[in-house]
């Protein structure tokens, strides 16, 4: 092969791999849920690029990409209540970084987001909480104690990055308050039982007197019609009467039977069988 055609060979071969290089290098891709912030010679540019394919200056420009997805990262905080007891809070944070805070974020901030700038504010946030309550008040109002934490921690944060919520997954006390609290506990169940007891004789006890003087004053108010209506009582006998004669029998204590009764008992003594009388001796007879 002569040297001018080995020589066009190889400058179709250079400019072949110089188009792949450009072309390679000069290209970028962002993916679904990122964001891209271009840096050119050490230059930020303010504004991101969205997701897809672009186009780049080869060699001196690159794309370093950015979630804006929501994440989810666990933390624990250390804090001290309002009578000085130590609590332990295990919690979950859900955050995600807002595409308008892309390239700032970026370009004024180092390393993980969430242990960067979100962990430190939510941890501080709990504390300045817990510091407020006593330990047996942060237990009972675990739901008070994250929404007051999530308004602090947003506040804190500004515009940066987004908090969705705060997960308080366990709060732990130490093993000689957790019985002093379990303690307290069944003695204001006790107490509450007590009360209840006591409240509820109190209203038998009302209920029965409000029924005896109901009683009483029925009472008072029917001997007084019966003593300015006398005629009330024969009224009242004549309206029970079923149309039966009655009858009268016995000594001292009075015994009443209607006259069907008596007719009732003579005629099983007619019935009866007769009874035997007893035999009379006769003198034998003289001759």
């Known amino acids: 092969m002569s040297p001018p055609?080995?020589?066009?060979?190889?400058?179709?071969?250079?400019l072949?791999?110089?188009?792949?290089?450009?072309?390679?290098?000069?290209?970028?891709?962002?993916?679904?849920?990122?964001?891209g912030v271009e840096v050119t010679m050490g230059e930020v540019s303010r504004a991101f690029k969205p997701e897809g394919f672009g186009l780049k200056a080869p060699f001196v420009t690159t794309i370093t990409q950015i979630s804006i997805r929501q994440q989810t990262a666990e933390d624990q905080a250390e804090c001290y209540s309002s009578d000085l007891q130590q609590i332990t809070?295990?919690?979950?944070?859900?955050?995600?970084?807002?595409?308008?805070?892309?390239?700032?974020?970026?370009?004024?901030?180092?390393?993980?987001?969430?242990?960067?700038?979100?962990?430190?504010?939510?941890?501080?946030?709990?504390?300045?909480?817990?510091?407020?309550?006593?330990?047996?008040?942060?237990?009972?109002?675990?739901?008070?104690?994250?929404?007051?934490?999530?308004?602090?921690?947003?506040?804190?944060?500004?515009?940066?990055?987004?908090?969705?919520?705060?997960?308080?997954?366990?709060?732990?006390?130490?093993?000689?308050?957790?019985?002093?609290?379990?303690?307290?506990m069944v003695q204001e169940q006790e107490a509450s039982k007590s009360k209840y007891f006591q409240q509820r004789v109190q209203i038998e006890a009302d209920t029965a007197i409000i029924?005896?003087?109901?009683e009483a004053e029925s009472i008072m108010i029917r001997g007084d019609a019966l003593k300015k209506n006398p005629a009330f009582v024969d009224l009242q006998i004549v309206d029970k009467w079923d149309g039966i004669t009655p009858a009268v029998i016995g000594g001292g204590d009075k015994v009443m039977l209607t006259l069907q009764d008596i007719e009732r008992l003579k005629a099983q003594k007619s019935n009866a069988p007769p009874v035997p009388q007893p035999a009379t001796s006769k003198s034998p007879a003289r001759l």
Request: charged fraction near 25%.
């Open 89 to 184: 809070i295990d919690l979950k944070v859900l955050f995600r970084v807002p595409e308008a805070s892309v390239v700032k974020l970026f370009q004024d901030y180092y390393g993980d987001p969430f242990q960067s700038l979100v962990a430190p504010r939510v941890q501080e946030a709990l504390k300045e909480v817990a510091a407020l309550q006593s330990a047996e008040q942060i237990v009972k109002n675990r739901e008070q104690i994250k929404t007051r934490s999530l308004e602090i921690a947003r506040r804190k944060l500004g515009q940066l990055l987004v908090i969705e919520d705060i997960v308080i997954q366990n709060i732990s006390l130490t093993k000689e308050l957790e019985h002093a609290i379990e303690a307290k």
């Open 211 to 214: 029924r005896a003087k109901g």
């Open 16 to 35: 072949l791999f110089a188009a792949v290089i450009m072309a390679s290098s000069g290209t970028f891709v962002v993916k679904p849920g990122y964001r």
């Open 5 to 14: 055609a080995l020589a066009r060979i190889i400058g179709v071969a250079l």
